[in-house]
């Protein structure tokens, strides 16, 4: 049974920072790939960013990239997506889900966390 935790969600407005959170709980992250999703108000969920178990290989959507950043530190069981130059189009709950060894297609990912919820506003 893989558990993850995200965290790390909330109010910033246009232009600020966050950093997210995906916390193992039951396994640890050396062998897995960590990716993120998430699904706006009114939309289809979409995949966001990915990163490969030894941290070597990255992904994002086009709608991110340059803004945002995936990193992971094993040591501490967690990998944090670094968002920058937020916008209110990034408004929405971001989920993770491991998958191991490398990058999936992110259908093809387990089953999704509970989310942090992302509100970017003035």
């Known amino acids: 049974q893989l558990q993850l935790v995200e965290s790390g969600g909330g109010l910033v407005q246009p232009g600020g920072s966050l950093r997210l959170s995906c916390a193992a709980s039951?396994?640890?992250?050396?062998?897995?790939?960590i990716g993120w999703s998430r699904q706006a108000p009114g939309k289809e969920r979409e995949g966001v960013s990915c990163i490969s178990s030894k941290g070597g290989s990255t992904n994002y959507a086009d709608s991110v990239k340059g803004r945002f950043t995936i990193s992971r530190d094993n040591a501490k069981n967690t990998v944090y997506p670094q968002m920058n130059s937020l916008k209110p189009e990034d408004t929405a709950v971001y989920y993770c889900?491991?998958?191991?060894?490398?990058?999936?297609?992110?259908?093809?990912?387990?089953?999704w966390g509970q989310g942090t919820q992302v509100t970017v506003s003035s």
């Open positions: 039951g396994f640890t992250l050396d062998y897995y790939a």
């Open positions: 889900a491991a998958e191991i060894g490398y990058c999936p297609a992110f259908a093809d990912f387990g089953s």
